[in-house]
């Protein structure tokens, strides 16, 4: 690296740091889609799977791969895919671990929020369709079949069904939905995370439903928004299908 290249303030190693960064050498930020990206890029999936153990490895080893300020960003990245409402397109699946013999994953976890500190190294991402594929077995696996009565000795009396209840009045029930809430920047993930797992998973789940979940970003900086900024936001925003604009005014 050049010498002119490390004048500003602070310690050398500090000035390496921050023209690393710049020069877009060292990732402080792992999205989730990008880290999807790679995956089908390289790709770095094993099949249908991949531990989170093997990622770090990866990110360690082949330069191809974007340099990761440390590897916990790869936690953050996986913890924060799980909870988008678009996992099945640009994240994925984790799960505990892989049954060979009943040929299923265990502990299958898809759109909830898992906090990065739970996520282990020998857990496994697991390709969408994969996921969805076992999901939908899994549904349509016939249920269980009611236990037949008893016999009785003969000569016993019949039973007397019960006579059944009178019906009550059909419920008129809501058809349509509608919420906004305004979410902490500083708490962006858990609060989306929360709402997604316990309200939008609900309505998703019903028989027909349509569900629509959109964010707005709006805000302002007074002294103005840097260069480098405004182009990796624009970046990270297109990885995330997201459209944001800047204004001078």
């Not at 077995?137 to 009611?146: D, G, I, R, T, W």
Request: proline letters at 7%; a negative charge; aromatic letters at 4%.
């Amino acid at each position: 690296m050049a010498l002119e290249q490390l004048r500003g303030n602070g310690t050398l190693a500090k000035r390496a740091f921050e023209q690393a960064k710049k020069n877009e050498q060292l990732v402080t930020a792992l999205g989730a889609s990008a880290l999807r990206n790679e995956l089908d890029r390289v790709p770095l999936w094993r099949g249908d799977q991949v531990s989170i153990g093997q990622l770090k490895e990866d990110f360690g080893r082949y330069l191809y791969l974007p340099r990761l300020q440390s590897t916990e960003l790869i936690e953050e990245s996986v913890s924060a895919g799980l909870a988008m409402t678009s996992w099945s397109k640009d994240s994925f699946a984790l799960t505990d671990s892989y049954d060979e013999a009943a040929q299923r994953y265990r502990g299958l976890r898809v759109f909830q929020r898992v906090p990065a500190a739970q996520i282990a190294e020998s857990m496994l991402l697991v390709r969408p369709q994969r996921a969805l594929e076992q999901l939908a077995a899994e549904e349509q696996a016939p249920a269980a079949q009611p236990a037949s009565p008893p016999e009785l000795p003969v000569g016993s009396p019949a039973p007397v069904d019960p006579q059944p209840e009178a019906s009550s009045p059909a419920v008129r029930r809501p058809k349509r939905f509608r919420g906004s809430v305004t979410l902490r920047p500083d708490r962006l993930g858990r609060d989306a995370g929360e709402i997604g797992e316990h309200v939008v998973s609900q309505l998703t789940s019903l028989s027909g439903s349509q569900v629509t979940v959109r964010l707005e970003i709006e805000g302002s900086c007074p002294d103005g928004v840097p260069e480098e900024v405004v182009r990796t936001a624009k970046e990270n925003s297109a990885h995330l299908h997201l459209q944001i604009t800047f204004e001078d005014e």
